[in-house]
């Protein structure tokens, strides 16, 4: 199995300053077809989890775009760029190289 | 609009069984795979099964192979999962979700199972 370790586990942040959160994985996760298999999630407060990232470096459709992915391989990076109070949550990424699908164990963002 | 409805959970005692739904509406159910994630109280997620176009394929963690099956309605927009031998590790919130590719690009607002004598 591919195991996704997230980190920093806890993260506060200054409204509008930046926040980076990194993802690594056990093997790679670049398909043959040339992309990366890492996917961002973030479940706020009380709700289902979100989509945000997928194939490392593009958002989903209505993400802002303070949000940035980047990475290959095996390290990923989460960033945003100036922290909103509406991005506090928990931050998962995930890889869909190969099941079993993985989770990373989450990264909760909270506000100073 | 995407509407994914999870149903199903509750209160079952070890050994027991539940059978979760997800209904599906506002898209064309037949041409997405799905699949079922949970989160046991106060932990991360976990995916459990992955289910393709026609319900010919399926694919699961191992911690619920054997006791878990995944199967959908195509007719019905409906998603299920078959729960066999619950345990107490069990207990989570279960969510459906519609895939995209490789991402989980909609979720229900889940249901919860707890597992307990």
């Known amino acids: 199995d591919i195991v996704m370790t997230q980190s920093p586990l806890s993260l506060p942040v200054t409204p509008g300053e930046p926040a980076s959160i990194s993802c690594r994985s056990s093997q790679s996760l670049l398909h043959s077809d040339g992309y990366n298999y890492l996917g961002w999630y973030l479940q706020k407060p009380g709700q289902s989890p979100q989509f945000l990232m997928y194939l490392s470096s593009n958002r989903a459709s209505g993400v802002p775009d303070r949000f940035s992915g980047s990475g290959s391989g095996t390290d990923f990076t989460l960033k945003i760029s100036r922290v909103e109070a509406e991005d506090v949550g928990v931050y998962y990424c995930m890889q869909a190289l190969q099941t079993p699908i993985t989770f990373g164990q989450g990264t909760r963002l909270e506000i100073k | 609009e995407v509407q994914l409805v999870e149903s199903g959970g509750g209160l079952v005692q070890p050994g027991g069984s539940l059978r979760l739904s997800c209904a599906a509406s506002?898209?064309?159910?037949?041409?997405?795979?799905m699949t079922w994630v949970r989160q046991a109280p106060g932990k991360g997620l976990e995916w459990l099964a992955n289910i393709n176009t026609d319900g010919s394929q399926t694919y699961y963690v191992d911690s619920v192979k054997g006791r878990f099956a995944i199967s959908r309605d195509n007719s019905k927009n409906s998603l299920f999962l078959q729960m066999d031998g619950l345990r107490a590790e069990d207990t989570a919130l279960y969510f459906c979700?519609?895939?995209?590719?490789?991402?989980?690009?909609?979720w229900g607002q889940g249901t919860l199972v707890t597992v307990s004598s």
């Open positions: 506002g898209f064309i159910f037949s041409d997405h795979w």
């Open positions: 979700a519609r895939i995209d590719a490789v991402s989980f690009n909609y």
